[in-house]
Antibody, heavy 121, light 107 residues
């Protein structure tokens, strides 16, 4: 069974940094590209970032470019999102999502349950 | 960025009804469009990809179609489990973008 479990969320002050993690199991992790998608409470979905199986291709939403860094450790079956210079508008549930192929295609076929990041003083 | 305009934002319907949701892209995205269902407190699940291909395990009452830059998602014979929020999403180019969502409510 495919499982994606996010961790690392919490309450953080504006301007500070936070690192999210996603632990993957139930599939061969390095066979798939991975993504982060976020959703502000009560709002719609926003793609944040994606990374191919070998980290060779990476993409970011304009709203996080230069502040967030996606990475993965295939040996640990883990995906990460380093978030710097956090803003109030970054407050959201952050979902880890699996792509359908090893290179980035952009279809998210499995999702974690999300971790809430709240940016507030 | 490609804007995805989804309508309606809210839809009231009854069990057994046929409902349609529309998504329009601000520029050509080919057939690179997916539809997701999200229930309260849960992560989304993909139903349709490549505009009209059904994800494995998805009931056949769900379908998708396209005409140019306009995409249509249809549910035939609504079931109680179908009341949820639906999103379209383009994956033609970065940044991938979602429609605003359609909340399907029980009439």
């Amino acid at each position: 069974e495919v499982q994606l479990v996010e961790s690392g969320g919490g309450l953080i002050q504006p301007g500070r940094s936070l690192r999210l993690s996603c632990a993957a199991s139930g599939f061969t992790f390095d066979d798939y590209a991975m993504h982060w998608v976020r959703q502000a409470p009560g709002k719609g979905l926003e793609w944040v970032s994606g990374i191919s199986w070998n980290s060779g291709t990476i993409g970011y939403a304009d709203s996080v470019k230069g502040r967030f860094t996606i990475s993965r450790d295939n040996a640990k079956n883990s995906l990460y999102l380093q978030m710097n210079s956090l803003r109030a508008e970054d407050t959201a549930f952050y979902y880890c999502a699996r792509d359908t192929v090893s290179l980035i295609r952009g279809i998210f076929d499995y999702w974690g349950q999300g971790t809430l990041v709240t940016v507030s003083s | 960025d490609i804007q995805m305009t989804q309508s309606p934002s809210t839809l009231s319907a009854s069990v057994g009804d046929r409902v349609t949701i529309t998504c329009r892209a601000s520029q050509s995205i080919g057939n690179w469009l997916a539809w997701y269902q999200q229930k309260p407190g849960k992560a989304p699940t993909v139903l349709i990809y490549d505009a009209a291909s059904m994800e494995s395990g998805v009931p056949s009452r769900f379908s998708g179609s396209t005409s140019g830059t306009e995409f249509t998602f249809t549910i035939n014979s609504l079931q109680p489990d179908d009341f949820a929020t639906y999103y379209c999403q383009q994956y033609s180019s970065y940044p991938y973008t979602f429609g605003q969502g359609t909340k399907l409510e029980i009439k």
